[in-house]
Each structure stands twice: as structure tokens, then as C-alpha cells.
Antibody
Framework: QMRLVESGGGLVKSGGSLRLSCEVS????????MNWIRQAPGKGLEWLSY????????YYADSVKGRFTISRDNAQNSLYLQMNSLRAEDTAVYYC????????????WGQGTMVTVSS | DVVMTQSPLSLPVTLGQPASISCSSS???????????LNWFQQRPGQSPRRLIY???NRDSGVPDRFSGSGSGTDFTLKISRVEAEDVGVYYC?????????FGQGTKVEIK
């Protein structure tokens, strides 16, 4: 069974940092491109970042470019999001999501981890 | 960025009746590879999003056949042929043709 499990969320002060992790199981992680997506309380979905299966290609949304860094460790079956210079508006549930090999974006999602940035 | 606009934003429906959600994009979603990367997602209350439809009209595994997607270019539709209680939630369209990937605002489906 395919599983994506996020961790690392919590309460942090404005200007602080957090590192989110997404541990996957049930499929060959190194074969798949991955993403981070977030959802502010009561709001819609916002794509944040993409990393190719090898890690060679990376994209960011403008809202996090220069502050957040996506990475992966295929040997550890894990995806990461390093978040620096956090702001109140970064408060959200953060999801990792897989891209399907042929079907495209976000075919499998994790359960999410909550990040709260206090001002 | 490609703006995805959904309508309506709120959709009260009667059990057993059909429902339809529209999604329009500010640019054509036809990719240079010939595919149209328009997906639909369902988010039930308190749950993570779940993909229902990929590349306009392809149902994901396990998605009931009462859900269907259609459209082309810049205009797309998600239809539920007969709404069931478990369909309550928020539905999002999303384009994967252009970077950055963008979502619609979401349509909240509720039972009358």
C-alpha cells in the first residue's frame, strides 16, 4: 500500500526555521517526481515546490522562492522541505504529493503536517 | 501564472440529483506534448485531497463512475451524475501544463 507520511510540523516564531520530512513506502520512491503543497486554515490549495525523481530539476512557487528548499534522499525514501525566514502567512497544513508516472500531478497525497508561525 | 477560475464556489445539491462544476483557465492547457494536464481533486471534511480525474477525463482507480470530467482548451467540467452523501466536500481543479502549477479556488458541495 502506498503511503506518504509527513512530519516535522509545529509552532515556530516568525523568522524561524523548520524542516519537514515526508517518508514514503509502498512504491519505488526513486522512480517518482514529488511535490509540496500547502493549505492555510480555511483556504484552498497552493502548490509550493517540485523535485524530479533524480533531484536534478526543481521548481518553486514565487511565494517561497529563496526561503524554502526542497530536497530528497532516495536511499532513505524521504522528501524534505527546509523552511527558513518563516512568516505568519506560512501557517498551513503542508502536504507531500507524488506525481504519477503517466497520469501527472498529485496522484498520491500524505495526511499533512501543521505548521504554525506565530508573530 | 495561469489563473484557474471555478464556478460556482458553493453548490447545494439534492441527494440523487446531478451536479456540475466548471473550471476555466486563463491560458490554454494544451501542452506541447499534446496532452491537457487538467486534474480534479476532492477534499472531504477533515481529510487530505484525493485525485478524482487526470488529464481532463480519466478517472483514477477506485473513483466511482458517477464522476466524469470533460472539456478542452480553457474550459472544463466535473460532473457527478447522482450525488451521494459521501460526495460532500470541496472540489478543486488544477492545471499541470504550465509552471507554476495552480489550483482553482475550490467549490464546496453540500447537501440541501
Amino acid at each position: 500500500q502506498m503511503r506518504l507520511v509527513e512530519s516535522g510540523g509545529g509552532l515556530v516564531k516568525s523568522g524561524g526555521s523548520l524542516r519537514l520530512s515526508c517518508e514514503v513506502s509502498g512504491f519505488t520512491f526513486s522512480d517518482y517526481h514529488m511535490n509540496w503543497i500547502r493549505q492555510a486554515p480555511g483556504k484552498g490549495l497552493e502548490w509550493l515546490s517540485y523535485i524530479s525523481s533524480s533531484g536534478s530539476l526543481i521548481y518553486y512557487a514565487d511565494s517561497v522562492k529563496g526561503r524554502f528548499t526542497i530536497s530528497r534522499d532516495n536511499a532513505q525514501n524521504s522528501l524534505y522541505l527546509q523552511m527558513n525566514s518563516l512568516r505568519a502567512e506560512d501557517t498551513a497544513v503542508y502536504y507531500c504529493a507524488r506525481d504519477g508516472k503517466w497520469s501527472g500531478a498529485f496522484d498520491v497525497w500524505g495526511q499533512g503536517t501543521m505548521v504554525t508561525v506565530s508573530s | 501564472d495561469v489563473v484557474m477560475t471555478q464556478s460556482p464556489l458553493s453548490l447545494p445539491v439534492t441527494l440523487g440529483q446531478p451536479a456540475s462544476i466548471s473550471c476555466s483557465s486563463s491560458q490554454s492547457l494544451v501542452h506541447s506534448d499534446g496532452n491537457t494536464y487538467l486534474n480534479w481533486f476532492q477534499q472531504r471534511p477533515g481529510q487530505s485531497p484525493r485525485r478524482l480525474i487526470y488529464k481532463v477525463s480519466n478517472r483514477d482507480s477506485g473513483v466511482p463512475d458517477r464522476f466524469s470530467g470533460s472539456g478542452s482548451g480553457t474550459d472544463f467540467t466535473l460532473k457527478i451524475s447522482r450525488v451521494e452523501a459521501e460526495d460532500v466536500g470541496v472540489y478543486y481543479c488544477m492545471q499541470g501544463t504550465h509552471w507554476p502549477r495552480t489550483f482553482g479556488q475550490g467549490t464546496k458541495v453540500e447537501i440541501k
